[in-house]
């Protein structure tokens, strides 16, 4: 199994500002995936984060909005960048690692 | 684009009876996945259907895959409380590598 941590948990923030969420993960992992779940809605997976390549980004989803880091195997980095309330939500990273993946805590965001 | 379609979107029970939630989607899928997510919890995987006619079963919980239909149930026999949540499926479809696209989810009420 794969024990996921996310920072912050939660956070509350103004309008064009930006926020950075780490994800952390206790094993090497190839594959980590971003994921926003809207208030009362299902997940969309926004992009795929690989080390040592550049992330992959769903249909909707831009770096300049959502720019991701993956410095090494074990963590990663989702910015929402020039935020507005339609991005508040919650953020989820996972892991591929055994069926089903996992998925970290989230990180509930609330833009005012 | 791949579609997938659960239903009811709301379930309200009581304790002893059974239930079905169904779960469609619109292509050619190499894994069906269920999921179960607590109030202000992450995903917890419950079950990974991989071929069809698969069927997998824990405690109370049975979930069946027809591919040729492309529906997934989720069925619930003598609900009790402990089983309320909100419950999504979700589909990998072939190639995409664990990219997962998720049902609105089915939020599950067990009244005593």
């Known amino acids: 199994s794969a024990v996921i941590s996310q920072k912050p948990s939660r956070d509350i923030c103004q309008r064009g500002t930006s926020l950075t969420i780490q994800c952390q993960v206790d094993?090497?992992?190839?594959?980590m995936f971003w994921y926003r779940q809207q208030p009362g809605q299902s997940l969309t997976l926004i992009a795929t984060?690989?080390?040592?390549?550049?992330?992959?980004?769903e249909s909707g989803f831009v770096i300049d909005k959502f720019p991701i880091s993956r410095p090494n195997l074990t963590f990663s980095t989702l910015t929402v960048s020039n935020m507005s309330p339609e991005d508040s939500s919650i953020y989820l990273c996972?892991?591929?690692?055994?069926?089903?993946?996992?998925f970290g805590p989230g990180t509930r965001l609330l833009v005012l | 684009e791949l579609k997938v379609e659960q239903n009811p979107l709301f379930l309200s029970m009581q304790e002893g009876k059974n239930y079905t939630i169904y779960c469609n989607y619109s292509?050619?899928?190499?894994?069906l996945y269920w999921y179960r997510q607590d109030p202000g919890k992450s995903l917890e995987s419950l079950f990974v259907?991989?071929?069809?006619?698969a069927v997998k079963q824990e405690g109370r919980l049975m979930a069946s895959l027809d591919t040729k239909a492309r529906l997934s149930t989720l069925h619930i026999t003598a609900a009790v409380h402990d089983l309320s949540a909100t419950y999504f499926c979700?589909?990998?479809?072939?190639?995409?590598?664990?990219?997962?696209?998720f049902g609105k989810g089915t939020l599950l009420t067990v009244n005593p």
């Open positions: 979700a589909v990998e479809p072939g190639g995409s590598n664990y990219k997962l696209t």
């Open positions: 259907l991989l071929s069809n006619g």
């Open positions: 996972s892991v591929e690692e055994g069926p089903g993946g996992y």
């Open positions: 292509t050619t899928s190499d894994r």
């Open positions: 094993s090497q992992v190839t594959m």
């Open positions: 984060a690989n080390q040592g390549s550049e992330a992959t980004y």
